[in-house]
C-alpha cells in the first residue's frame, strides 16, 4: 500500500469521525432544547377551576376560557373525558358570544380511534349533533395502551345556555354516555356569566 492511498483512507476515517461527532451533538442539543409536547389531556385541574381572562392588545380581543373540566374518569373504551370552552370578544367591553369553542378531550384505550364516532348530546331527551373537527394526541398516557382525541366544535350560545339549564344533559360518543352532573353544570355556567 502507498502512501497516498494510506493517506486518503485516513482523511476519509477522519472526516466519517467528524460527521458521526456532529451528529451526536446535533441529536443532543436538539433532544435538549426543543421542548416536548404536554400530555394537555391528563393535566387538568378539578371542578374549582377559574375562569381565565386574556387580552390580546395587537389583535383586540379578549379571550375567556374554562380550563379543561373532567368529566368522567375510565368508562368503556375510554380512560378519560374532559371538557373545555372558550370564547373571544372584540375590545375590553364585554360581549355576550353568538359561538363558543367547545372541545371534547377523551383519551382511548388502544391505538386506533374510531372512524365513524357520533357524537350528540342529549338535553332533556332532546338530540343536538354539532358539526366538529377532529383530531389525535399521541401518547396522552405514557407507558400505556391509549390514543388521546380532541373533538372540537362551535356551540352556539343557545345551545350552550340549554346544556347549562337542562334537568339532565349527557354526552354520547358512540355507545358510551358520559352525564354531566350538576357540578360540571354549575362550573361551565361560570363562563356564562357577564365578566367585569
Known sequence: MDSTTTQASSLRYKALNMS?????ITSLWLTTTVPRPRPVLLS??????????KYDQAKDITTVS????????????????YVATSFDYPGHTFRPPELLRFEIRSVVKGRKLNPDLYV??????????????????????PGRR??????????????????LSARQATIKMGGTRFDLSDSHRETLRRLAEPRP
Open 20 to 24: 458521526l461527532l456532529i451528529l451526536l
Open 120 to 141: 350528540v348530546f342529549l338535553v332533556d331527551g332532546e338530540t343536538i349533533h354539532l358539526s366538529s373537527n377532529r383530531w389525535a394526541v399521541r401518547n396522552p398516557l
Open 66 to 81: 374554562l380550563p379543561p373540566l373532567r368529566i368522567s374518569g375510565e368508562k368503556g373504551e375510554y380512560y378519560s373525558l
Open 146 to 163: 391509549a390514543l388521546g382525541e380532541v373533538i372540537a366544535m362551535k356551540m352556539p350560545r343557545e345551545t350552550f345556555l340549554k346544556l
Open 44 to 53: 387538568a385541574p378539578t371542578q374549582s377551576a377559574q375562569i381565565e381572562t
